[in-house]
């Protein structure tokens, strides 16, 4: 049974990046059954795919964030990250790492990043 | 952009009720919908896959039905420990997920 686990820092400053990294436990983040990706969801609000990435570093992103968005992997630690780059208010969210099959069936249980000076 | 439009957005039920939850696509997704539910302070939990089948463990009172544009979301009959908030989900249109925005259920 898998397991996902966010971890990094719960407060950035504005124009700052957000860096969290995901450890998965359980199995190989290297599975080919699996991308491994990101959700975020504001206070109160919807859900929001972020992007996903494969063991082999192949990536693709939310167009609305491709921008800012950087998502990585680290096979030897079992581990993948992610950075949002020029955070706002508008960012602040739960984020969700999440197993990804084209459908979500292994979700970290979220850590809350607020955004502020 | 796929839209998924979900209805209603929120939900009063009783306890023994037949629910429906609606979510409409902008374009043909065929069966690329998946179902969640989400409780207070918890991730999303997967219920439903590729439209219609019923994730490992998933009560059976949980269904999900529809093709195409128009896919349907059923608790049978509602208990007290399904109140949350369900989101549609499809993945047609990679690379991009796209969400609903919700139906949040409560008992009545």
């Known amino acids: 049974q898998l397991q996902l686990q966010e971890s990094g820092p719960g407060l950035v400053k504005p124009s700052e990046t957000l860096s969290l990294t995901c450890t998965v436990s359980g199995g190989s983040i290297s599975s080919s059954s699996y991308y491994w990706g990101w959700i975020r969801q504001p206070p109160g609000k919807g859900l929001e795919w972020i992007g996903s990435?494969?063991?082999?570093?192949?990536?693709y992103y939310n167009p609305s964030l491709k921008s800012r968005v950087t998502i990585s992997v680290d096979t030897s630690k079992n581990q993948f990250s992610l950075k949002l780059s020029s955070v706002t208010a508008a960012d602040t969210a739960v984020y969700y790492c999440?197993?990804?099959?084209?459908?979500?069936?292994?979700w970290g249980q979220g850590t809350l990043v607020t955004v502020s000076s | 952009d796929i839209q998924m439009t979900q209805s209603p957005s929120s939900l009063s039920a009783s306890v023994g009720d037949r629910v429906t939850i609606t979510c409409q696509a902008s374009?043909?997704?065929?069966?690329?919908l998946n179902w969640y539910q989400q409780k207070p302070g918890k991730a999303p939990k997967l219920l439903i896959y590729d439209a219609s089948n019923l994730e490992t463990g998933v009560p059976s009172r949980f269904s999900g039905s529809g093709s195409g544009t128009d896919f349907t979301f059923t608790i049978s009959s509602l208990q007290p420990e399904d109140i949350a908030t369900y989101y549609c989900q499809q993945y047609d249109n990679l690379p991009r997920y796209t969400f609903g925005q919700g139906t949040k259920l409560e008992i009545k």
């Open positions: 999440v197993g990804d099959a084209s459908v979500f069936d292994y």
């Open positions: 990435i494969y063991y082999s570093g192949s990536t």
């Open positions: 374009q043909d997704i065929s069966n690329y």
